[in-house]
């Protein structure tokens, strides 16, 4: 496999956001990744500004290769997504996406974890994002083995809850299963070029819960999802909050409910995907 990564950044008027997240790729320690930067119809281009574009440049001399474009109208988070991958696929030959958000920071260590991850045999790896304005405490891992982030369903395919622990601190260094991501993850392309399975385009722009629609998928493809409870990423505005719209709380209200049939569809297809996922990690820890 091919470990080069196209890293893909869609932003929408965070410049400032923008700029500290490039210099904190320039410090990755791992460094074999090129860019894909798409600007969503920003009301000042992104590379309008001075400090965006010495960025950018910095990283091409520094062996990156730097895509760019630029849309006219906003197109929603997933679309957005969908875009972005769809751009990657046709310009690149690299096995390996990391779709970041336009809000946040990556420790140094980020890349080269969530690589090993998928070296480990995961199919996507995410982080953790720690919550910043709130008091920081730490977990132990064995609290939430086999699966951390758990999501759960009844037996009729209704989704009871969503697990966040990828919110919190751990004590533990080391990669846990989990049955879907939070914030910006690696995973391979084939995903996409193989499974098929793209993000979820009939959510409304502010693309609230757009990352448990693309994990499902991929948990009913039987593909798998890990969590290094010390690859960390920070974000500036809540990880579920980050849009600025006056009516957030109703544009999300909306996505849950169309997660909340979607699911049920997944349901009546695969059966209580959820659980038999959880039983198969069960049995390989045992094993």
């Not at 995907?273 to 959880?278: N, Q």
Request: proline share 2%; net charge neutral.
């Amino acid at each position: 496999m091919n470990k080069r990564i196209d890293l893909l950044l869609a932003t929408r008027n965070r410049p400032t956001e923008v700029g500290l997240l490039l210099q904190s790729l320039r410090t990755q320690i791992y460094q074999d990744y090129d860019i894909f930067l798409l600007d969503d119809a920003s009301t000042t281009p992104i590379t309008n500004y001075y400090f965006i574009v010495y960025l950018l440049n910095r990283l091409k001399c520094e062996g990156h290769k730097v895509y760019i474009k630029r849309n006219n109208v906003s197109n929603g988070i997933s679309r957005m997504r969908n875009q972005m991958v769809k751009w990657a696929c046709e310009e690149s030959s690299n096995d390996l996406i990391c779709r970041v958000d336009d809000d946040v920071l990556v420790e140094p260590d980020f890349l080269e974890r969530l690589v090993t991850g998928i070296e480990e045999g995961y199919d996507l790896m995410s982080g953790i994002t720690p919550p910043l304005a709130q008091e920081m405490w730490k977990r132990n891992t064995t609290h939430v083995k086999p699966l951390i982030s758990k999501c759960e369903m009844d037996d009729k395919g209704n989704l009871l809850k969503i697990g966040d622990d990828c919110g919190y601190g751990y004590l533990q260094d080391e990669i846990i299963a989990s049955d879907h991501f939070r914030s910006s993850a690696l995973y391979k392309k084939s995903i996409h070029t193989k499974n098929n399975i793209y993000y979820f385009d009939g959510l409304t722009k502010c693309g609230f819960r757009e990352e448990e629609f693309f994990s499902f998928q991929i948990i009913c493809a039987g593909l798998r999802i890990g969590v290094d409870t010390q690859a960390i990423v920070y974000h500036f505005l809540t990880p579920s909050g980050g849009d600025k719209r006056s009516n957030y709380a109703e544009l999300a209200k909306l996505n849950h409910e169309s997660l909340i049939k979607y699911t049920k569809k997944l349901f009546d297809k695969h059966g209580n995907f959820l659980k038999k996922y959880e039983e198969m990690i069960i049995n390989e820890k045992k094993e």
